[in-house]
């Protein structure tokens, strides 16, 4: 006997819904960018400008700071402190200045909330703040971490009989400048001096790192790279003649130093350049 198909074996399948990729920022085509772009002010479109390559290229090939910025001039004509900032000036140049102006009006008019308290009883020699905590040091004695949140002390950590000269720190240490050493303090209570015979050197001034290397100016106008787990001297790089006084490090691997004469260099902490050197007579009359 030959059995018949039920009628529920002839209907076809439900289609599965097809999930739409959710719509992104980058599927907006240009005029409709333009357009929000346009509702976010002239410091808005400044700031729109630095967050990618094609948000940048689109606000470049408008003409949306150049409307804003001509709509400003027009506000500002009663305003005797603005108007230097426009007269023969790139648009570039007139939108630092006015930049520069709105910040300081921010800390001149705007309301400040101030908290204090005692946090050594002698001279604070060096602070250091980041991640909502704050470090502080007194000369040779401590270091104290401190939160932000309630104002009370973390961790603190003792000093060898040296002076404290330089400091930062991490999630997991303090890397300090003592005297002509280095120190690692591990938040875990562990401390590391670097051996003598390693990391004396002529007198440093400051110091920076960059996991895992450290950088100390020195008197001598060089600046001396240490890898902090080895503890040895990598190189050793000519920054200036005169002493340095400053350092800062960026992620590109440059080194950025002041010097006593007031000059910056600019070198580069992989390939033992210098990159640039700028002084004060470079801006002379500017």
């Known amino acids: 006997m030959e059995l018949e198909p039920t009628p529920s074996g002839n209907r076809s399948l439900p289609k599965r819904n097809r999930r739409r990729a959710p719509t992104t920022i980058q599927s907006l085509d240009n005029d409709i960018l333009c357009f929000i772009f346009s509702l976010v002010g002239l410091f808005g479109i400044v700031r729109c400008r630095v967050v990618c390559k094609s948000w940048h290229e689109i606000i470049a090939g408008s003409k949306l700071l150049e409307e804003l910025c001509s709509k400003r001039r027009k506000d500002d004509k009663g305003t005797p402190k603005r108007r230097s900032v426009w007269p023969g000036r790139s648009l570039n140049n007139c939108l630092e200045r ?4 709105e910040h300081g009006s921010a800390l ?38 401190w939160s932000l949140k309630d104002y009370k002390c973390v961790r ?41 015979h390693q990391s004396a050197f002529v007198m440093g001034s400051c110091m ?31 920054m200036h003649p005169e002493a340095v006084t400053c ?40």
């Open 98 to 101: 006015l930049a520069m102006e």
């Open 108 to 145: 001149a008019e705007g309301s400040v909330e101030i908290h204090q308290w005692r946090i050594h009883a002698n001279r604070v020699a060096q602070c250091r703040m980041k991640m909502g905590l704050l470090l502080t040091g007194v000369g040779d004695r401590v270091m104290r971490l």
């Open 156 to 196: 603190e950590y003792s000093l060898p009989a040296l002076p404290l000269l330089d400091f930062d720190f991490d999630e997991s240490k303090i890397v300090g400048l003592v005297g002509s050493h280095l120190c690692i303090w591990r938040h875990s209570g562990q401390r590391t001096i670097f051996p003598s």
């Open 208 to 238: 920076r790192y960059f996991d895992p290397e450290a950088v100390v100016g020195c008197e001598d106008g060089t600046a001396r790279v240490y890898d902090m787990y080895s503890r040895k001297c990598s190189r050793i790089i000519r």
């Open 247 to 286: 350092l800062s490090l960026d992620d590109d691997k440059l080194i950025f130093s002041g010097s006593t004469l007031g000059r910056i260099t600019v070198s580069g902490l992989s390939f033992d350049e210098r990159v640039v050197t700028l002084k004060d007579s470079d801006y002379a009359g500017q």
